[in-house]
C-alpha cells in the first residue's frame, strides 16, 4: 500500500479531524463508478502505524460505524465508513490490546451485513489485511463465525478468502476450499423464501466468482469439488458452477476439465 504522507499530519492532532474527514470524502472518487480504493488502503496502513491515542481509536469507530441513514450508498459519506472499516483490520492486524480486537472485530461483521454493497465489500478487504499478516488468525475468525452465519456473512468469507496473496499458502488455499464446500453445501436446506431474497443473490453471485480463485490455486482438489457440486440436483449450486467455469483462469488454463464439468452442470 502506497503512503499519503497528508495523513501523518491529519492524524497526529485533534483538532486535524474535520481536515481529515473532509480530505477522503472529497478524494473518495464517490458518487462514482470507482472509489478510490487506494487512498483507502493508505489510509488504513497510516492507522495502524500508530500508537493510537484514544481519541483517534474514537474516530475509527465512528468512521466504522456510520449509519446507511447518515451516509447512504455510493456517496462521499459512506467513504468514510468504507475506510473506518479497512481500518479495523489494519488496526486488528498490527496487534490491538483483546477488549479493542473485539470491537474492531465486531464492526467488520456488522459491515458485512450492510445494506450498502461498497462497505460489504470494505468488510470483505478488512478480512483479506488481517489475512496478509496473519492467516491462523483470519482462519481462526472464519471458524468463529462459521456456525452461525448469515447468508452475507458467509460472502464476506469467501470474497474476504478470495485474495491470491493469501492462498500462496498450500494449507490455506485448501482450507479455503474446504469453507466453500462446507458454504454450498449448507445452500441445500435454504427454502425458496430466502432464495428469492437479495442476501441470498450477493451471496451466490459471491460464490460464483470466489470458487474459481481457490480452483486455480488448487486444480486437482478444486476440481474435485466443482464435480461434485455439478452434480447435485440444486439449481442454484449448479448455477454457481457455471459461473465458476466461465472464469477465464479456469477455462484459459483447463480447458478439458472445465468442458467435462461443464456439461454435468448443464452449461
Known amino acids: 500500500m502506497k503512503s499519503f504522507p497528508a495523513f501523518g499530519i491529519l492524524l497526529a492532532s485533534r483538532s486535524q479531524r474535520g481536515a481529515l474527514l473532509s480530505l477522503l470524502e472529497k478524494n473518495s472518487g464517490l458518487p462514482g463508478p470507482r472509489a ?13 502505524s500508530l500508537k493510537l ?19 447512504p ?31 474492531a472485530l465486531a464492526a467488520i461483521r456488522s459491515a458485512a451485513s450492510d ?13 483479506q489485511i488481517i489475512g496478509e499478516q496473519d492467516r491462523d488468525a483470519l482462519r481462526e475468525i472464519v471458524e468463529t463465525w462459521s456456525p452461525d452465519a448469515s447468508l452475507l456473512e458467509k460472502r464476506a468469507i469467501v470474497a474476504g478468502l478470495a485474495h491470491p496473496p493469501l492462498l500462496k499458502d498450500e494449507a490455506f488455499s485448501r482450507f479455503c476450499l474446504e469453507v466453500s464446500r462446507t458454504i454450498l453445501a449448507s445452500l441445500q436446506h435454504l427454502d425458496a423464501a430466502v432464495r428469492r431474497s437479495n442476501e441470498f443473490r450477493v451471496l451466490r453471485q459471491g460464490l460464483g466468482y470466489a470458487i474459481s480463485v481457490f480452483v486455480h490455486k488448487r486444480p486437482e482438489e478444486g476440481f474435485s469439488l466443482l464435480l461434485n457440486a455439478a452434480g447435485q440436483k440444486d439449481p442454484d449450486i449448479r448455477w454457481i458452477v457455471r459461473e465458476n467455469l466461465k472464469k477465464k483462469r479456469l ?16 452449461g
Open 36 to 48: 478510490n480504493l487506494e487512498l483507502m488502503y493508505s489510509f488504513a496502513r497510516a492507522v495502524s
Open 53 to 71: 491515542q484514544e481519541w483517534q481509536w474514537e474516530l475509527i469507530v465512528q468512521m466504522a460505524s456510520i449509519s446507511p441513514s447518515k451516509a
Open 73 to 103: 450508498v455510493n456517496t462521499p459519506r459512506e467513504y468514510l465508513s468504507v475506510c473506518g472499516v479497512a481500518a479495523m483490520g489494519a488496526l486488528y492486524a498490527a496487534g490491538l490490546p483483546r477488549p479493542r480486537r473485539r470491537a
Open 115 to 127: 445494506s450498502r454493497w461498497r462497505t460489504r465489500e470494505a468488510a470483505a478487504i478488512a478480512l
Open 251 to 266: 477455462w484459459e488454463n483447463y480447458p478439458e476439465e472445465v468442458e467435462r464439468i461443464s456439461r454435468l452442470a448443464g
